[in-house]
Protein backbone atom coordinates (compact mmCIF):
# COMPACT_ATOMS: atom_id res chain seq x y z
CA UNK A 1 0.00 0.00 0.00
CA UNK A 2 2.79 2.66 0.65
CA UNK A 3 4.74 1.69 -2.24
CA UNK A 4 1.48 2.85 -4.47
CA UNK A 5 1.13 5.57 -2.53
CA UNK A 6 4.66 6.59 -3.18
CA UNK A 7 4.51 5.92 -6.46
CA UNK A 8 1.41 7.88 -7.07
CA UNK A 9 3.16 11.46 -4.63
CA UNK A 10 6.38 11.13 -6.93
CA UNK A 11 4.71 10.87 -10.48
CA UNK A 12 2.28 13.84 -9.01
CA UNK A 13 5.71 16.09 -7.73
CA UNK A 14 6.86 15.18 -11.35
CA UNK A 15 4.14 15.83 -13.38
CA UNK A 16 2.98 19.25 -11.50
CA UNK A 17 6.99 20.95 -12.13
CA UNK A 18 6.45 20.26 -15.56
CA UNK A 19 3.15 22.04 -15.99
CA UNK A 20 4.28 24.24 -13.18
CA UNK A 21 2.81 27.15 -16.00
CA UNK A 22 -0.17 25.85 -17.40
CA UNK A 23 -3.23 27.06 -15.75
CA UNK A 24 -5.66 24.17 -15.79
CA UNK A 25 -2.79 22.28 -14.61
CA UNK A 26 -2.39 24.54 -11.69
CA UNK A 27 -6.62 25.23 -10.61
CA UNK A 28 -6.35 21.39 -11.07
CA UNK A 29 -3.61 21.01 -8.24
CA UNK A 30 -5.30 23.96 -6.16
CA UNK A 31 -8.56 21.96 -6.34
CA UNK A 32 -6.85 18.24 -5.52
CA UNK A 33 -4.94 20.33 -2.25
CA UNK A 34 -8.00 21.53 -1.20
CA UNK A 35 -9.73 18.05 -1.64
CA UNK A 36 -6.57 16.80 0.98
CA UNK A 37 -7.29 19.45 3.02
CA UNK A 38 -10.87 18.27 3.53
CA UNK A 39 -9.94 14.70 3.68
CA UNK A 40 -6.77 13.36 3.33
CA UNK A 41 -8.39 9.69 2.44
CA UNK A 42 -10.10 10.67 -0.13
CA UNK A 43 -7.27 12.94 -1.81
CA UNK A 44 -4.87 10.05 -1.64
CA UNK A 45 -7.47 7.79 -3.00
CA UNK A 46 -7.68 10.18 -6.14
CA UNK A 47 -3.68 10.27 -6.28
CA UNK A 48 -4.04 6.30 -6.47
CA UNK A 49 -6.76 6.41 -8.96
CA UNK A 50 -4.46 9.22 -11.18
CA UNK A 51 -1.38 6.98 -10.79
CA UNK A 52 -3.63 3.91 -12.40
CA UNK A 53 -5.08 5.50 -14.78
CA UNK A 54 -1.68 7.27 -16.29
CA UNK A 55 -0.33 3.78 -16.42
CA UNK A 56 -3.35 2.28 -18.01
CA UNK A 57 -3.61 4.51 -20.88
CA UNK A 58 -0.18 4.28 -21.56
CA UNK A 59 -1.22 0.81 -22.45
CA UNK A 60 -2.95 2.39 -25.73
CA UNK A 61 -2.07 4.35 -28.12
CA UNK A 62 -2.43 8.15 -26.60
CA UNK A 63 -0.32 11.49 -26.67
CA UNK A 64 1.90 11.96 -24.23
CA UNK A 65 -0.46 15.36 -23.45
CA UNK A 66 -3.67 13.40 -23.17
CA UNK A 67 -1.93 10.21 -20.70
CA UNK A 68 -0.70 13.19 -18.22
CA UNK A 69 -4.56 14.81 -18.52
CA UNK A 70 -5.86 11.57 -16.98
CA UNK A 71 -3.86 11.88 -14.48
CA UNK A 72 -4.82 15.15 -13.40
CA UNK A 73 -8.29 13.38 -14.01
CA UNK A 74 -8.39 11.17 -12.05
CA UNK A 75 -6.88 14.03 -9.34
CA UNK A 76 -10.16 15.79 -9.56
CA UNK A 77 -12.62 12.71 -10.57
CA UNK A 78 -13.90 12.95 -6.88
CA UNK A 79 -14.06 16.54 -6.67
CA UNK A 80 -17.63 16.61 -5.81
CA UNK A 81 -17.15 15.39 -2.62
CA UNK A 82 -16.08 18.44 -1.54
CA UNK A 83 -20.08 19.15 -1.30
CA UNK A 84 -20.51 16.01 0.90
CA UNK A 85 -21.38 16.42 4.70
CA UNK A 86 -18.77 15.14 7.04
CA UNK A 87 -21.44 11.94 8.02
CA UNK A 88 -21.52 10.66 4.75
CA UNK A 89 -17.64 11.70 3.82
CA UNK A 90 -15.90 10.69 7.02
CA UNK A 91 -18.85 8.00 8.12
CA UNK A 92 -17.02 4.49 9.20
CA UNK A 93 -20.71 2.71 8.40
CA UNK A 94 -21.16 1.73 5.42
CA UNK A 95 -23.65 3.08 2.42
CA UNK A 96 -27.39 2.14 3.97
CA UNK A 97 -30.35 4.27 3.13
CA UNK A 98 -31.79 5.82 0.50
CA UNK A 99 -30.53 9.19 1.46
CA UNK A 100 -26.62 8.13 1.57
CA UNK A 101 -27.11 7.57 -1.76
CA UNK A 102 -27.96 10.13 -3.13
CA UNK A 103 -25.32 11.71 -1.39
CA UNK A 104 -23.28 9.32 -3.22
CA UNK A 105 -24.74 9.63 -6.67
CA UNK A 106 -24.75 13.66 -6.53
CA UNK A 107 -20.84 13.37 -5.49
CA UNK A 108 -20.78 12.93 -9.64
CA UNK A 109 -23.17 15.52 -11.05
CA UNK A 110 -21.49 18.12 -7.99
CA UNK A 111 -17.87 16.96 -9.36
CA UNK A 112 -19.06 17.50 -12.99
CA UNK A 113 -20.74 20.83 -12.75
CA UNK A 114 -17.77 22.30 -11.22
CA UNK A 115 -15.14 21.38 -13.55
CA UNK A 116 -17.88 22.33 -16.54
CA UNK A 117 -17.80 25.71 -14.57
CA UNK A 118 -14.16 25.91 -14.61
CA UNK A 119 -13.74 24.96 -18.39
CA UNK A 120 -11.55 21.90 -17.83
CA UNK A 121 -11.07 20.10 -20.84
CA UNK A 122 -13.68 17.10 -22.30
CA UNK A 123 -11.29 14.57 -20.96
CA UNK A 124 -11.39 15.40 -17.34
CA UNK A 125 -15.29 16.57 -17.33
CA UNK A 126 -15.67 12.55 -18.78
CA UNK A 127 -13.93 10.76 -16.65
CA UNK A 128 -15.39 12.31 -13.68
CA UNK A 129 -18.88 11.68 -15.48
CA UNK A 130 -18.29 8.02 -16.16
CA UNK A 131 -16.28 6.76 -13.32
CA UNK A 132 -19.21 4.84 -11.50
CA UNK A 133 -20.93 3.85 -14.62
CA UNK A 134 -20.52 -0.48 -15.87
CA UNK A 135 -20.51 -1.83 -18.87
CA UNK A 136 -23.54 -3.80 -18.00
CA UNK A 137 -25.47 -1.08 -16.74
CA UNK A 138 -25.05 -1.50 -13.06
CA UNK A 139 -23.24 1.87 -12.47
CA UNK A 140 -24.57 5.37 -11.40
CA UNK A 141 -25.43 7.90 -12.21
CA UNK A 142 -27.10 7.10 -15.14
CA UNK A 143 -26.48 3.71 -15.42
CA UNK A 144 -24.95 3.80 -19.00
CA UNK A 145 -23.26 1.32 -20.42
CA UNK A 146 -22.11 2.44 -23.45
CA UNK A 147 -18.82 3.89 -22.28
CA UNK A 148 -15.92 5.61 -23.98
CA UNK A 149 -11.72 4.22 -23.33
CA UNK A 150 -11.66 7.15 -20.23
CA UNK A 151 -14.84 5.66 -18.69
CA UNK A 152 -13.39 1.95 -18.75
CA UNK A 153 -9.99 3.37 -17.53
CA UNK A 154 -11.75 5.28 -14.97
CA UNK A 155 -13.88 2.43 -13.58
CA UNK A 156 -11.38 0.36 -13.41
CA UNK A 157 -8.49 2.82 -11.65
CA UNK A 158 -11.14 4.19 -9.15
CA UNK A 159 -12.53 0.54 -7.89
CA UNK A 160 -8.72 -0.76 -7.52
CA UNK A 161 -7.75 2.06 -5.12
CA UNK A 162 -11.32 1.67 -3.44
CA UNK A 163 -9.79 -2.03 -2.68
CA UNK A 164 -6.54 -1.14 -2.19
CA UNK A 165 -6.50 1.89 0.16
CA UNK A 166 -8.24 1.32 3.89
CA UNK A 167 -11.51 3.13 4.04
CA UNK A 168 -12.92 4.17 7.65
CA UNK A 169 -15.82 1.52 7.26
CA UNK A 170 -13.43 -0.72 5.86
CA UNK A 171 -10.16 -1.05 7.42
CA UNK A 172 -9.14 -4.44 5.78
CA UNK A 173 -6.90 -3.92 1.98
CA UNK A 174 -6.77 -6.11 -0.55
CA UNK A 175 -3.65 -8.04 -2.02
CA UNK A 176 -3.56 -7.02 -5.79
CA UNK A 177 -4.13 -10.67 -6.25
CA UNK A 178 -7.54 -10.30 -4.35
CA UNK A 179 -8.15 -7.06 -6.24
CA UNK A 180 -7.71 -9.04 -10.09
CA UNK A 181 -9.85 -12.15 -8.47
CA UNK A 182 -12.81 -9.56 -7.57
CA UNK A 183 -12.59 -8.05 -11.35
CA UNK A 184 -12.63 -11.14 -12.58
CA UNK A 185 -15.75 -12.35 -10.65
CA UNK A 186 -17.48 -9.60 -12.29
CA UNK A 187 -17.77 -10.09 -15.85
CA UNK A 188 -19.28 -7.67 -18.36
CA UNK A 189 -19.17 -5.20 -15.85
CA UNK A 190 -15.62 -3.66 -16.51
CA UNK A 191 -13.65 -3.74 -19.64
CA UNK A 192 -11.41 -7.10 -20.21
CA UNK A 193 -8.90 -5.69 -22.06
CA UNK A 194 -8.23 -2.99 -19.35
CA UNK A 195 -8.12 -5.36 -16.66
CA UNK A 196 -5.55 -7.79 -18.43
CA UNK A 197 -3.35 -4.11 -18.66
CA UNK A 198 -4.13 -3.75 -14.98
CA UNK A 199 -2.63 -7.51 -14.45
CA UNK A 200 0.44 -6.64 -16.59
CA UNK A 201 1.03 -3.71 -14.61
CA UNK A 202 0.77 -5.34 -11.33
CA UNK A 203 2.78 -8.35 -12.18
CA UNK A 204 5.85 -5.39 -13.46
CA UNK A 205 5.15 -3.61 -10.26
CA UNK A 206 5.90 -7.14 -8.69
CA UNK A 207 8.63 -8.04 -10.88
CA UNK A 208 10.48 -5.09 -11.73
CA UNK A 209 11.62 -2.67 -8.75
CA UNK A 210 12.90 -0.36 -10.77
CA UNK A 211 8.96 0.61 -12.48
CA UNK A 212 8.59 3.61 -10.93
CA UNK A 213 11.79 4.96 -11.83
CA UNK A 214 11.20 3.81 -15.60
CA UNK A 215 7.85 6.10 -15.38
CA UNK A 216 9.80 9.06 -14.32
CA UNK A 217 12.26 8.27 -16.42
CA UNK A 218 9.70 8.80 -19.19
CA UNK A 219 8.58 12.36 -17.90
CA UNK A 220 11.98 13.69 -17.66
CA UNK A 221 12.46 12.37 -21.38
CA UNK A 222 9.28 14.32 -22.49
CA UNK A 223 10.79 17.54 -20.37
CA UNK A 224 13.95 17.22 -22.11
CA UNK A 225 12.40 16.58 -25.58
FE1 LIG B 1 -16.44 8.66 -6.76
Redesign the pocket.
Given at each position: METVLAGSWNLYHKLMSQYDDDSIWIKGNALFRALECRCTATAEHSLVVAYRSYQLSSKSPQTYKIRNLIFLAGLL??I??LSMADDVLKSARKISTQMDFEH?VN??TH?VDLLNKLNFPREIIEFCQF??ERLNGSGYPNALSDLSWIGKIAAVA?VYSALKLPRLYRPDIMSDAQILAFFKAQPGAFDPQIILSLEEILISSTQNNSHDELLIEEVNSHVLG
Open positions: HDGKLHVGHHD
